[in-house]
Nanobody, 128 residues
Framework: QVQLVESGGGLVQPGGSLTLSCTAS?????????VAWFRQPQGKEREFVGT????????YYADSVKGRFTISKDNAKNTVFLQMNDLKPEDTAVYYC????????????????????WGQGTQVTVSS
């Protein structure tokens, strides 16, 4: 079985920065066709944050985080990161790492229903 583990969540003040990490057991997380980040604010639906597309070496971000969040990877450490800068209270949510074995067309990569494995989530709280 594949296990995804997120870490790095916590409490941060508005305008601050935080980096989340995602690693996988069973195989290297960086080998998946798609590695994505989703988030779910309390009482709201899950929403797409961004994804790393291995085959085309491209990244896609939700408009709400574009320019502030960055997805990166470290193959040697078997880790995918979500660097979050200029955090806002609206960023408060449980953040999830998700992976998919095969690629998706652009119109589908924002849909969490297509992803194969999910982590347990890590809480990010942005508050003064």
């Amino acid at each position: 079985q594949v296990q995804l583990v997120e870490s790095g969540g916590g409490l941060v003040q508005p305008g601050g920065s935080l980096t989340l990490s995602c690693t996988a057991s069973g195989r290297t997380v960086t080998s998946y066709a798609l590695v994505a980040w989703f988030r779910q604010p309390q009482g709201k639906e899950r929403e797409f944050v961004g994804t790393l597309r291995r085959g085309l070496n491209t990244k896609y971000y939700a408009d709400s985080v574009k320019g502030r969040f960055t997805i990166s990877k470290d193959n040697a450490k078997n880790t995918v990161f979500l660097q979050m800068n200029d955090l806002k209270p609206e960023d408060t949510a449980v953040y999830y790492c998700a992976v998919r074995n095969n690629d998706l067309i652009l119109s589908a990569l924002r849909d969490g229903r297509h992803y194969d494995y999910w982590g347990q989530g890590t809480q990010v709280t942005v508050s003064s």
